[in-house]
């Protein structure tokens, strides 16, 4: 089993409901595992996230498993028996998400733990910054159960879909993120299908443009005066294809200047 030790850095996966958060995650994590993660906590429906999820990456871990942790106890699965992983994940969800309803509310005992090797993205980062884990923050609506000191980078996903409804959601968002002046990334997921580098570069541009509408809800969480924006393009659960090698490669080179920055 892994034990967090030594230096590591959080990303904190925020954002717009549905635009994602959990699908773009899984680029951290080695292929195998991203897909299965993909296809398990990013479906549509009933499963979709409900508590943190920690995805913990690291190139030590050589056993990949999920850890589901309540007030009370806590169980594991390997994250490839997928049709166990998926009903367990399911009936969690299931549980909080009546807790939510009849207002009881979740705590910050309850959540998911993923310990699974990193992606060549993730690998390359943990090693240019001397890291020896990296962990990804998922999130259900409320970031208010995310230890927010611990975050490094906050990486806000929103996407074309994004409505009068989903502004008023995120305001809360962003209010908790605002005094913290934390380094921020805008991912653009605009569910565009596109599959060479030209498309991507077309995608990119309605990424900034999808970001002035944003403007006046966003330009309180920067720390620059241009806003930093990385647009995603529509990804695979069964494949990883060429376009999404070039958004991750892309991806690693900004996370890399913004943790070269914050240890200097
Ligand atoms: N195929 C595909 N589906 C996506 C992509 N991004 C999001 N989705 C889907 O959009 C829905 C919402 O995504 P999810 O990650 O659960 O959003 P979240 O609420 O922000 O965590 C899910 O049904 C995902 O499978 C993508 O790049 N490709
Ligand atoms: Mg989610």
Request: aromatic share 10%; hydrophobic share 40%; charged share 25%.
């Amino acid at each position: 089993m892994f034990i967090e030790t030594g230096n590591y850095k959080s990303i904190l996966m925020t954002g717009f409901q549905r635009a994602g958060k959990s699908f773009i995650s899984s680029v951290f994590v080695a292929d195998k595992e991203c897909l299965i993660l993909r296809r398990v906590f990013s479906t549509p429906g009933l499963n979709f996230t409900q508590c943190v999820v920690k995805i913990i990456v690291s190139p030590e871990i050589t056993e990949s498993y999920v850890q589901f942790n309540t007030e009370s106890n806590r169980q594991l699965c390997s994250i490839f028996e997928e049709e166990r992983l998926d009903s367990l994940v399911y009936k969690f969800n299931r549980v909080l998400k009546q807790k939510r309803e009849s207002g009881e509310g979740i705590v910050s005992s309850e959540y998911i733990k993923i310990f699974v090797p990193p992606s060549q993205l993730a690998r390359e980062i943990i090693h240019a910054s001397n890291l020896s884990y990296l962990v990804i923050v998922d999130t259900p609506e409320d970031t208010m159960l995310v230890q927010m000191e611990e975050i490094n980078l906050v990486m806000f996903v929103f996407g074309s879909r994004a409505t009068d409804i989903n502004r008023a959601d995120s305001k809360e968002t962003i209010a908790g993120l605002m005094p913290l002046s934390k380094d921020i990334l805008f991912l653009y997921n605009g569910k565009k299908l596109c599959d060479n580098e030209n498309e991507y570069e077309d995608m990119q541009r309605d990424a900034c443009s999808a970001v002035q509408c944003f403007e006046e809800e966003f330009t309180p969480l920067i720390k620059s005066s241009i806003i930093p924006i990385l647009g995603v393009p529509n990804m695979h659960d069964r494949k990883i294809i060429e376009v999404e090698e070039i958004f991750r490669q892309r991806l690693m080179e900004i996370v890399k200047v913004y943790f070269k920055f914050q240890n200097i």
